[in-house]
T-cell receptor
Framework: AQSVAQPEDQVNVAEGNPLTVKCTYS??????LFWYVQYPNRGLQFLLKYITGDNLVKGSYGFEAEFNKSQTSFHLKKPSALVSDSALYFC????????????FGAGTRLFVKA | EAQVTQNPRYLITVTGKKLTVTCSQNMNHEYMSWYRQDPGLGLRQIYY???????DKGDVPEGYKVSRKEKRNFPLILESPSPNQTSLYFC?????????????FGQGTRLTVV
């Protein structure tokens, strides 16, 4: 069965510092991994995805994520956090075995302090 | 503008009174789905649709119905709402059901059942 874990409910970081939001997954086949961001009173917005190829994926707003197959992880990163990055972040996974469901993590709330 | 539109944004209703939440997308997407978001649980899939007249259960389908008579519309129906269906609901669409396509989300519908 597919599953996603976001081990931190909340991440606090100072503006200008690097940030990492963690995600680990479990799938039967090869994973398709996604990060989404949710701002207050808004729907989820797509940030980036890993399908195949280069393990370092770059996405919107300066975010990137590193796929690590041996550790089954897909951590979201940004070199220099902005106050405006404060939001709720979701990791999601599907696999290539033909299933049609996307599994989301519980979400990690990021607070960036000025 | 490419978008997924849900209505209403906010709804307060009483137990047992049938309601429908509408969802429409203008991107000619084949795949549509409904999620509910609850604190600490992330997003859980209720139903999904691979294309017109093709729907299937997600992880938490009990108490919900859907239909897909047209490609652009995917309404969520609660025949007899109960308080445990109080939640934030999101409709999403993606190009197709392949695992490597990202989802576009509506703004959400906050439902309260009293």
């Amino acid at each position: 069965a597919q599953s996603v874990a976001q081990p931190e409910d909340q991440v606090n970081v100072a503006e200008g510092n690097p940030l990492t939001v963690k995600c680990t997954y479990s799938v039967s086949g090869n994973p398709y991994l996604f990060w989404y961001v949710q701002y207050p009173n808004r729907g989820l917005q797509f940030l980036l995805k890993y399908i195949t190829g280069d393990n370092l994926v770059k996405g919107s707003y300066g975010f990137e994520a590193e796929f690590n197959k041996s550790q089954t992880s897909f951590h979201l990163k940004k070199p220099s956090a902005l106050v405006s990055d404060s939001a709720l972040y979701f990791c999601a996974v599907r696999d290539d075995t033909g299933g049609f469901k996307t599994i989301f993590g519980a979400g990690t709330r990021l607070f960036v302090k000025a | 503008e490419a978008q997924v539109t849900q209505n209403p944004r906010y709804l307060i209703t009483v137990t047992g009174k049938k309601l429908t939440v509408t969802c429409s997308q203008n991107m000619n997407h084949e795949y549509m789905s409904w999620y509910r978001q609850d604190p600490g649980l992330g997003l859980r899939q209720i139903y999904y649709s691979m294309n017109v007249e093709v729907t299937d259960k997600g992880d938490v389908p009990e108490g919900y119905k859907v239909s897909r008579k047209e490609k652009r519309n995917f309404p969520l129906i609660l025949e007899s709402p109960s308080p445990n269906q109080t939640s934030l609901y999101f409709c999403a669409s993606s190009l197709n059901g392949a695992g490597n396509t990202e989802a576009f989300f509506g703004q959400g519908t906050r439902l309260t059942v009293v």
